[in-house]
Nanobody, 120 residues
Framework: QVQLVESGGGLVQAGDSLRLSCVAS????????MGWFRQAPGKEREFVAAISDSGRDTHYADSVKGRFTISRDNAKIYLQMNSLKSEDTAVYFCAAGPILTYVKRWYDFWGQGTQVTVSS
């Protein structure tokens, strides 16, 4: 089992920045890839970004490329979010899985989520 705990969400204004963190514990060696997904009210949970276990490889959704940066320090990952827009408002979930992909079903473990609200 792997436990994931997110932090760093909050209420910001459009154009502001925010950094999310996620700490993994447990059998993290079985799920080396970590990523972020988000879910807005009434919408499906969607991929945001993912990072390999080494941190060398990353993958981003087109909607956040150039604004968000995912990084990693061992079992802790971060999501630096710049130039936030109202459409970035969602609950952000940390996830862990075996391969670097945007496909939700490949992620085996999930955190509880942290709310990000961007006011326009």
């Amino acid at each position: 089992q792997v436990q994931l705990v997110e932090s760093g969400g909050g209420l910001v204004q459009a154009g502001d920045s925010l950094r999310l963190s996620c700490v993994a514990s447990g059998r993290t060696s079985t799920t080396p890839v970590m990523g972020w997904f988000r879910q807005a009210p009434g919408k499906e949970r969607e991929f945001v970004a993912a990072i390999s276990d080494s941190g060398r490889d990353t993958h981003y959704a087109d909607s956040v490329k150039g604004r968000f940066t995912i990084s990693r320090d061992n079992a802790k990952i971060y999501l630096q979010m710049n130039s936030l827009k109202s459409e970035d408002t969602a609950v952000y979930f940390c996830a862990a899985g075996p391969i670097l992909t945007y496909v939700k079903r490949w992620y085996d473990f999930w955190g509880q989520g942290t709310q990000v609200t961007v006011s326009s």
